[in-house]
C-alpha cells in the first residue's frame, strides 16, 4: 500500500485514541447506575440520561461534522485532526480524580460537549485523510484496516477494562488520550494543501460554476470558504447528487440507527436480563471485537477487491440482524457470547459505507463529503435515543404492554434488516477523475 509511513502513524494515533475511549464503555452502566440508582441493577433514569446525552451529541454533532471536514479541506487534515484528541483528554481526567456523585456530573456535561466533535470527528477526518494517501482502487482495504485498528483498540480497551479496579480505568484512559495527542503532534505529516486553494475552491460542492476564481485572491477564496458553512440544505443537496450517494446515505442512517440502538439499550437489557456487570460486558465486547478486528483485517481487504463493497456492506447489515434477533430472545446468559461472534461480520458494514461515499466524490471533496456523512450518523444518535430509550424502559419495567424484555433489541435488529433491503439496490460507478461540464450546478454553492 502507497504511503504506508503516513498511514501507519495515522493508525497508530486512532488506536491510542480509540484504546483511550473504548476502554470505559464496560464500565460506564456501573458508574452511571452508582451515580443515579446506588445498589440496583434496574433503573430507567439512567438509561434516559444515557440516551439524553446521545441526543445532544448527536444535534452538535450533526452541525459540527460537515464544518469540520469543509476546514480540513482547507486548512489540511493534521491540524483539525488535533482539536478532538485534545477535547477527548479532558472527560476522563474528571473521573481520575475523583469518582463522586459531583465528578460524575461534571464528566456528564463535559462529556456530551465534547462527544459532538470526538465521536465522529476522529472517524471523519482520519478517513479524508486515508483518502488523501491512496488511490481509489486501494481505497476499500485501506479503510478496512482504520476500522479493524478501532477494533484492535476496542479489544485492548476491554481488556483493561476487564482487569483494572473502575477507579484506575479512567487514569489510564486520561494518560493514553494524552499519549495519542502527543503522538499526532510529534510523527503524523499533514497532507500537503499548498498550490491546492484554488482546485479546492473549484469542487462543485464548495463553490458555484458562475463564480470566476481567477479574477479573486487566493486569501479572498480561502477567506470565503471559512466562512461557508455548510447548512443542512447543503447536506441534502450533496447527498442527493446521486442515486448511489442517496442510497449510501439511507444505509448510514439505519446502520448508525441500529448502532447508537445498542449503545443507549443493550448493556441495559443484558444486566436486567442477566444481571451482567462490568465484566461480563468486557467479556462480550472482547469476543465481538477481536471478530471485528479479525474482519476488517483480514476478511475485508482479502474479500473487498473480489467481492466488492456492496456485497460487503449487504453481508454486515444482514449479521447485525441476527445478532440482535438472537439477543432479544436469549435464553441463557451464553447466548449473548454466541451472538457476539457476528461481530465478523457486522463490521463490514461501516467502512463499506463510507468506501461507497469515497468513491463517489473527487479528491477535494473528501473531507467535506465524509463530514456529511457523519452528519447523518449523527442525526441517527439523536433520533435512535428518542426511539429505543423509552421503549427499553418500558419494556424493563413491572407494567410492560407485554413480556418481551428483548423487544427493543429486536427494534434495533429491524433497523439493521431495512438497510439491509436498501444495500441490496446499491450499484457502485466509481468517479476516478471528476470532470463536470462547467454549467453543471453546484452542490453545496
Known amino acids: 500500500m502507497e504511503n504506508w509511513g503516513r498511514l501507519s502513524h495515522l493508525f497508530v494515533t486512532v488506536f491510542l485514541s480509540n484504546f483511550s475511549q473504548l476502554m470505559v464503555s464496560p464500565a460506564i452502566p456501573d458508574v452511571t447506575l452508582a451515580a443515579f440508582c446506588p445498589g440496583k441493577d434496574e433503573c430507567s433514569s439512567a438509561i434516559y440520561i444515557t440516551g439524553f446525552q446521545q441526543a445532544i451529541s448527536g444535534i452538535g454533532s450533526v452541525i459540527l461534522m460537515p464544518l469540520i471536514g469543509n476546514l480540513s479541506d482547507i486548512y489540511g487534515r493534521k491540524i483539525m485532526l488535533s482539536i478532538p484528541l485534545l477535547l477527548s483528554i479532558i472527560p476522563p481526567v474528571i473521573l481520575s480524580i475523583k469518582m ?22 476522529i472517524v471523519c477526518l482520519s478517513l479524508s485523510y486515508l483518502a488523501d494517501n491512496v488511490s481509489e482502487g486501494k481505497r476499500v482495504s485501506a479503510f478496512g484496516l ?32 494524552v499519549l495519542a495527542a502527543i503522538y499526532l503532534k510529534i510523527f503524523l505529516k499533514e497532507t500537503s494543501r499548498v498550490g491546492q486553494f484554488d482546485a479546492a475552491l ?39 447528487s446521486s442515486h448511489t450517494v442517496s442510497l449510501a446515505s439511507f444505509v448510514a442512517f439505519f446502520n448508525s440507527i441500529a448502532e447508537a440502538g445498542i449503545q443507549s439499550s443493550l448493556m441495559y437489557y443484558l444486566k436486567a436480563r442477566f444481571h451482567f456487570g462490568k465484566d461480563q460486558f468486557s467479556e462480550i465486547w472482547l469476543i465481538t471485537y477481536i471478530a471485528a478486528t479479525i474482519s476488517n483485517m483480514v476478511v475485508m481487504p482479502i474479500l473487498g477487491p473480489l467481492l466488492g463493497e456492496e456485497t460487503l456492506l449487504c453481508m454486515g447489515l444482514f449479521a447485525g440482524f441476527l445478532n440482535m434477533l438472537l439477543d432479544s430472545i436469549a435464553w441463557a446468559p451464553w447466548v449473548p457470547y ?9 463490521f463490514l458494514a461501516s467502512p463499506s459505507i463510507r468506501c461507497i461515499i469515497s468513491k463517489q466524490v473527487g479528491p477535494y471533496e473528501q473531507g467535506i463529503a465524509q463530514g456529511c456523512l457523519m452528519a447523518v450518523t449523527s442525526f441517527s444518535n439523536v433520533i435512535s435515543p428518542l426511539i429505543y430509550s423509552p421503549l427499553s424502559a418500558l419494556f424493563l419495567a413491572d407494567g410492560a404492554p407485554f413480556y418481551f424484555p428483548g423487544f427493543s433489541i429486536l427494534c434495533v435488529g429491524l433497523a439493521w434488516l431495512v438497510g439491509f433491503i436498501l444495500s441490496t439496490m446499491i450499484k457502485i460507478h466509481p468517479i476516478l477523475i471528476r470532470n463536470r461540464a462547467s454549467n453543471e450546478p453546484c452542490l453545496l454553492a
Open 146 to 177: 482504520l476500522s479493524g485498528v478501532v477494533s484492535a483498540a476496542t479489544v485492548c480497551g476491554t481488556l483493561a477494562a476487564r482487569f483494572l479496579p473502575t477507579s484506575r480505568i479512567y487514569q489510564v484512559a486520561a494518560v493514553l488520550a
Open 338 to 346: 454466541v451472538s457476539a461472534f457476528l461481530g465478523i461480520f457486522l
Open 100 to 121: 463522586t456523585t459531583e465528578f460524575f456530573y461534571a464528566y456528564y456535561v463535559v462529556k456530551t460537549i465534547a462527544s459532538m466533535v470526538t465521536d465522529g470527528g
Open 202 to 240: 473549484e469542487e462543485p460542492i464548495l463553490k458555484s460554476s458562475t463564480e470566476q476564481t481567477s479574477e479573486v485572491s487566493k486569501l479572498e477564496l480561502l477567506k470565503n470558504a471559512v466562512k461557508k458553512i455548510p447548512l443542512p440544505k447543503d447536506i441534502i443537496r450533496l447527498l442527493k
